[in-house]
């Protein structure tokens, strides 16, 4: 199916275990992004990636890891996880700086 | 550091009158682009209205248009012949972007309920 899609959509964690949250697009767009939403505060932004092998960070990157090998992918990986990481987090994609994002269902993450 | 400030935290509409909803930003660039997301409960984030600051002209999309006043470093949304189905979440957001640099904000977001 054409888009942008996360997986899992759901997941139970606990304390100090690493988890990847998976994101795909189909469009070859350049940029992608990965946001956290909480109460209170909207969306913020994680990580950002221009291209295939670059990266960087947003506002909260602390506690979290981005690769991304292949245009299609941008995985987010908190390598030890903790309860303050428990939100919903989305990923998404744009054509360019700027312009339209387009988002994925989310996911969301609770950390025991 | 730019900011988005969503100052009503909910608000309220009665099905086919017309409800404004703010957003004030702060920021020292001349060119940048301002965003409504809309959130329903399915939680899906589905762009409603894009504006570039360098622009004079007001945005329109069919029943949703925004007052950009870029002096005043305001950008409401105004909503009109409300639909129920326009219930959600919406949210401002603020973009800028130089090369090695990318900033994408968004506000805390209005909770907008549609009355039958």
């Known amino acids: 199916d054409a888009g942008i899609t996360q997986s899992p959509r759901y997941k139970i964690t606990e304390t100090g275990r690493q988890v990847t949250l998976m994101c795909h697009q189909t469009w070859s767009h350049s940029y992608m992004f990965w946001y956290r939403q909480d109460l209170g505060h909207g969306l913020r932004l994680i990580y950002y990636s221009a291209a295939a092998d670059i990266t960087d960070k947003g506002e909260v990157p602390d506690g979290y890891v981005v690769s991304r090998s292949k245009t299609e992918n941008f995985p987010l990986t908190l390598e030890s996880a903790t309860r303050s990481q428990t939100s919903v987090y989305f990923c998404?994609?744009?054509?360019?700086?700027?312009?339209?994002?387009?988002f994925g269902p989310g996911t969301r993450l609770t950390v025991l | 550091a730019q900011t988005v400030t969503q100052s009503q935290p909910e608000m309220s509409v009665q099905e086919a009158e017309t409800v404004t909803l703010s957003c004030t930003y702060d920021?020292?660039?001349?060119?940048?682009?301002l965003f409504w997301y809309k959130q329903p409960p399915s939680r899906q984030m589905i762009l409603v209205i894009r504006q570039e600051a360098y622009k004079q002209q007001n945005a329109t999309e069919n029943r949703f248009s925004v007052n950009f006043q870029k002096a005043a470093k305001s950008f409401s949304l105004k909503i009109s012949d409300s639909q129920l189905g326009d219930a959600a979440m919406y949210f401002c957001?603020?973009?800028?972007?130089?090369?090695?640099?990318?900033?994408?904000?968004f506000g805390t977001g209005t909770r907008l309920k549609v009355l039958a």
């Open positions: 998404a994609s744009s054509e360019s700086m700027g312009i339209t994002q387009y």
């Open positions: 957001a603020y973009s800028w972007g130089t090369s090695g640099t990318y900033k994408y904000i």
């Open positions: 920021t020292s660039e001349s060119d940048y682009y």
